[in-house]
């Protein structure tokens, strides 16, 4: 498996975790269940599973009214293309 094959594969999984957790801590706040730390949802999101949370937020209307998550998911996001874009144009990662 190429390196590409395993950022793809990683970033697959890590974004459908984020879009689970995002559903799985709705359905917890509608039972008024114990709920997933707001902090391990920007976690997922900052380790590259921006994507998944914040489709997450918009399919099962969680946390659009909570600022924070409303700017920094998709701020974490731009981040993250920006990094990407800048590692792509100065070839600091060879693939």
């Given amino acids: ?27 917890k706040a509608v039972r008024h269940r114990w709920r997933v730390r ?17 489709l997450g937020m918009q399919v099962f209307r969680h946390k659009t009214r909570h600022w924070y998550f ?9 981040l993250q293309i920006l990094l990407a874009a800048y590692i792509l144009k100065t070839g600091i990662i060879r693939f």
């Fill in 70 to 78: 409303v700017y920094g998911m998709p701020a974490i996001l731009v």
């Fill in 38 to 54: 707001e902090s391990t949802l920007f976690l997922i999101a900052l380790i590259g599973g921006s994507a998944g949370s914040i």
């Fill in 1 to 27: 498996m190429n390196v590409i094959s395993m950022i793809v594969l990683y970033l697959t999984a890590v974004n459908l975790a984020g879009f689970a957790v995002m559903g799985i801590d709705k359905k």
